[in-house]
């Protein structure tokens, strides 16, 4: 009578498979940001609500928000951190120009915010909230030379406004074409901005420096 190997594989695949489980539940899960009012237990809240919008499409409109919103802080915060750190022969070309772009986009902060606020959600803008959002990462470090600035900056618009056009059609697959209206316009600002600090990248002093 032939004898049937017990096999040895499936202790070692449960034990694994053990460890593995174990080394998830170790791992801390991350918690997502409540940005919907609409069912927060505050006071003065009865009447928020997400008008039209479903549940499901409040919460995709809403998340585009959130983060568009962190991001354009953001932005804001390092075209400042850049404005006070240039030094060189483009001084007096960017240190102004950088507050003129800021100009140019700072309103979509509150406009963002209040949509937000509009729809039934509850903007987040904590530091933390700020950084885990954004596509934009604020510098931490100081930054001098022209050309290293305006190529970091380029960089950035080139996603932001690239976001903007994405979430326009996320905006208006879940039928709400006010917000998708709004990031069209921002995108067309971020692109003429984009345009300008693209168009200095090419003076040759300053490529090569």
């Not at 009578?1 to 174990?22: E, F, N, S, Y």
């Not at 568009?68 to 006070?84: D, P, R």
């Not at 209206?181 to 984009?194: E, F, H, Q, V």
């Amino acid at each position: 009578m032939t004898k049937v190997k017990k096999d040895t594989k499936k202790p070692a695949l449960k034990a694994d498979a053990g460890k593995a489980k174990k080394a998830k539940a170790a791992q801390p899960e991350s918690q997502p940001t409540e940005t919907d009012a609409a069912h927060m237990d505050v006071q003065h809240n009865t009447l928020v609500d997400h008008n039209y919008l479903s549940e499901e499409q409040f919460g995709a409109v809403a998340e585009t928000l959130q983060r568009n919103l962190a991001t354009t802080i953001c932005l804001y915060l390092k075209f400042k951190k850049y404005h006070w750190d240039i030094r060189g022969r483009y001084f007096r070309d960017l240190h102004p120009a950088y507050d003129e772009f800021i100009d140019m986009f700072f309103p979509a902060i509150d406009e963002q915010a209040e949509r937000l606020v509009a729809l039934g959600g509850s903007p987040v803008a904590a530091p933390s909230d700020l950084e885990r959002y954004s596509v934009v990462q604020v510098p931490t470090e100081t930054v001098r030379d022209a050309y290293v600035q305006v190529q970091d900056l380029v960089s950035d618009l080139t996603r932001v406004s690239k976001g903007f056009r994405d979430d326009s059609l996320t905006a208006d697959e879940n039928d709400d074409p006010a917000t998708a209206d709004l990031y069209n316009g921002y995108a067309a600002t971020m692109d003429k901005i984009r345009w300008m600090l693209q168009a200095m990248m090419d003076d040759e002093y300053m490529r090569n420096r």
